[in-house]
Each structure stands twice: as structure tokens, then as C-alpha cells.
């Protein structure tokens, strides 16, 4: 790491109760190819003595903040942000593993990606299979939930070309850092999941495009932190993709949103029942009513908060370049079907 000058890139790790997973991760930004960065570590109040382990394992080779409490991955990353002095941010999850030239890589595509880029999304892999892809960029169903591109494939290749995605995984993501403060950070209320998803269409809304860069690559330890099907995690995604609806959908979209929104609970209806996708494997470890409880839950929440939701579809109005027709062509160029977005793992 150069500490002569400001760094060229500012890599962020969040972590929270993450002391078995954390050292790979760090180990793994430390031997990168490339050295011009630094790397911050903010703990998200750990109750597992993970900033004591961090301190001791990995003394003057890192910067570390200590939350209180566990903010959440978007307002933990805010405080990693607010702190960085990069021309660039890389967020990487604690439970990744990123491959020796995974940052070299990525600068070397944003940098020469010109004008209007300003994010750019790796390659994930699962981290016990490396030969199944986590994500490769994300589309976009049309109610507002997301899924990685390629989720649950076998990697031979179909996505090793460099192109314009939606938007990256906060997984392991870089932005351009004056893209961050443009458009705000991330948004606190979302506390996790859904929310790489709000600052993606930010900045897509707000002109910024976002490169796919197949040859940075990281290995996931998926749902390490929060579990793969666990109640809380389907509360939060559920609750947070109707927030998205509300502060970015154009009104005729969000509309139209109900009939897909029914069409993935008939899915998920059937996947509950035959043990298929996300609704099949939340139901193996809890039951169906247990289920409805959580929707109702997400609901519930999503909507006391909707004025405020409202309140900042407003005030982001001012940043918008693109039109509804654009937005509209962006869910055919980036969608995914009810079906697979619902059945498959």
C-alpha cells in the first residue's frame, strides 16, 4: 500500500460476528497484484471479539472503524465511505474471497472505460464450487426484486465477455467515489439486502453505467452472515424491494408491478409446496405460516414507511436524466422471468 499519496483506491470490508471468515478475506486484499489502495475495515458492532482478532492478527496493515451497534450493510458502508480518500470504492463482503489480480483488474477496466461509467460489477463465484456462478451483474425483475445474473450456473464461459450491465453486487463492486457522493450513498433505512440494488438505479438514473469485468473475480461464501433462507433475510428483501418500487419505478411501472408481483407468489406458491427456489428452501427450515408471517411482516413495515419512501422519490427527482420510456427499456434489456427468479436456487 503507497501511504505517500492519496490511494487510488479505497477497499471496504464490513464486517459484523464474522471472526471465522474475516482473515481469508483481508489476507486475500492484502497479497493483490495491485498496491495502490487502502483498505478499511468497519465493524458493524461484533459481539465476537472480531476488532480485537483483526487488530492482533493484522496490526498497521489496515484501517479499522468500530460501530457500537450493527448499522446495516448500507449505513456500515456509508461510514467506510465517508472515510475513504480513493478516487475509487471497492466494496468487498467479509465472507469473499477475491482472487490475487481481482482489483488490478477491475482499475484497469475503469479506467479505461471513458466517460459515463461509474460502477463496475466482477465475477462471483460460489466459493465451495468455483465452478458454479453467484452472479455475474444483476437483472431485474419487474417489481422491483433482483437476482444475480447466471445464478446457479456452471461457468464455461457464456459470461466471460466485458458489457454494460444493470448494476454490480455489493458483494464485491467498485464505484466511482464522486458517483457516491453524488448521489448519496447508500440508503440507511434498507439496513441489508435490495440496497446495492437502490444505489444501482440511482446512479443509472442519475447517467452513470455500470461495466461488467469477467476476469475480476471473487469467491462468495454465500449468506454467510445473515443465512442463505433465513425469516430475517426474506423479511428485508421483500420490505426493501417495494421501497424500491416506490422511489425509482415510473408510476405506470409500479402499476403494472402488481400483476408480476402476483404471478412470482403463484410461482413461489408452487415452490413452497415442491420444495423448489427460495420459498422451497425457506420452508425446509421453518413452515408455510411461517412464511405468510414473514410477508405480512415485510408488508406491513413497507407501507408505514411509504410517505417517506415518497419524501425521497421527490427530493432524488432533481438528479434524474434518463426517461420513463429508458427505464422501461432497461426491465426488457435486464429482466428476468417470474419463473426463475422464483424456482430457481
Not at 65 to 92: C, P, Q, R, S
Request: contains cysteine; hydrophobic residues 40%; neutral net charge.
Amino acid at each position: 500500500m503507497n501511504n505517500d499519496k492519496p490511494p487510488r483506491v479505497s477497499v471496504i470490508i464490513l464486517n459484523y460476528n464474522g471472526k471465522l471468515l474475516i482473515e481469508e478475506c483481508i489476507k486475500a486484499v492484502l497479497a493483490q497484484t495491485y498496491n495502490d489502495y487502502e483498505l478499511i475495515v468497519v465493524d458493524n458492532g461484533s459481539t465476537d471479539d472480531s476488532p480485537d482478532y483483526i487488530r492482533k492478527t493484522f496490526p498497521d496493515r489496515l484501517n479499522i472503524i468500530e460501530l457500537k451497534t450493527n448499522l446495516g450493510f448500507a449505513e456500515g458502508n456509508n461510514v467506510g465511505i465517508e472515510e475513504a480518500k480513493g478516487h475509487y470504492v471497492a466494496l468487498l463482503n467479509n465472507d469473499a474471497v477475491a482472487d490475487q489480480q481481482w482489483l488490478e483488474r477491475l482499475i484497469a477496466a475503469a479506467e479505461a472505460s471513458g466517460k459515463g461509467f461509474g460502477m463496475w460489477a466482477s465475477k462471483i463465484l460460489f466459493y465451495d464450487d468455483k465452478n458454479i456462478i453467484d452472479t455475474a451483474g444483476h437483472l431485474m425483475y419487474p417489481d422491483g426484486l433482483n437476482r444475480g445474473r447466471g445464478k446457479g450456473e456452471t461457468d464455461s464461459g457464456q459470461y466471460d465477455k466485458m458489457e454494460e450491465v444493470f448494476f454490480p453486487s455489493g458483494c464485491a463492486a467498485l464505484y466511482l467515489r464522486e458517483v457516491l457522493a453524488l448521489i448519496g450513498g447508500f440508503d440507511k433505512d434498507f439496513f441489508a439486502y435490495g440496497d446495492d440494488t437502490d444505489i444501482g438505479l440511482k446512479a443509472q438514473l442519475s447517467g452513470w453505467k455500470c461495466l461488467y469485468v469477467p476476469d475480476a473475480v471473487v469467491y462468495h461464501k454465500s449468506s454467510a452472515t445473515a443465512g442463505l433462507y433465513s425469516p430475517f433475510k426474506a423479511y428485508l428483501v421483500e420490505r426493501n424491494r417495494i421501497w424500491i418500487l416506490i422511489k425509482y419505478f415510473p408510476l405506470s411501472r409500479i402499476i403494472f408491478s402488481l400483476y408480476y408481483t402476483s404471478l412470482r407468489y403463484l410461482f413461489q406458491a408452487y415452490g413452497a409446496l415442491a420444495g423448489k427456489g427460495s420459498a422451497g428452501r425457506f420452508v425446509e427450515g421453518a413452515s408455510r405460516k411461517a412464511l405468510f408471517g414473514v410477508l405480512a411482516k415485510a408488508y406491513c413495515d413497507a407501507f408505514r414507511k411509504i410517505p417517506l419512501m415518497i419524501q425521497k422519490r421527490i427530493a432524488f427527482k432533481k438528479n434524474i436524466r434518463v426517461s420513463s420510456q429508458e427505464f422501461s427499456l432497461w426491465l426488457q434489456k435486464y429482466r428476468i422471468s417470474a419463473e426463475e427468479i422464483s424456482l430457481r436456487d
